[in-house]
């Protein structure tokens, strides 16, 4: 009912650019944050960028500079541009929906995950 679609993860050579698309359905698009995490090897979860349902971001420090999250309500998804792509940017990339409903109640859902890796 509720699904999170990814694409755009693939190989890259480091220097180079991806761009990572969520499409989301089933979800109040407009009154959501959206976010992208990524988790690489052996390490936890963490959030790499986030746009509210105003449009406000935030980005790790790590890819401040580096990546842009934008948004497309009429589309129902969000994106991920990455350039100057570092190895240590490898790793599955989640996208996150926070939905705040009309009626108050707010949920979190999450992507399957897309595989982004960058050689050296």
């Known amino acids: 009912q509720v699904q999170l679609v990814e694409s755009g993860g693939g190989l890259v050579q480091a220097g180079g650019s991806l761009r990572l698309s969520c499409a989301a359905s089933?979800?109040?698009?407009?009154?959501?944050?959206m976010g992208w995490y990524r988790q690489a090897p052996g390490k936890q979860r963490e959030l790499v960028a986030i746009i509210r349902s105003g449009g406000s971001t935030n980005y790790a420090d790590s890819v401040k500079g580096r990546f842009t999250i934008s948004r497309d309500n009429a589309k129902n998804t969000v994106y991920l541009q990455m350039n100057s792509l570092k190895p240590e940017d490898t790793g599955v990339f989640y996208c996150?929906?926070?939905?705040?409903?009309?009626?108050?109640?707010?949920?979190?859902?999450w992507g399957q995950g897309t595989q982004v890796t960058v050689s050296s």
């Open positions: 089933g979800i109040i698009f407009s009154n959501s944050a």
């Open positions: 996150n929906a926070d939905e705040t409903t009309g009626w108050g109640v707010r949920r979190v859902y």
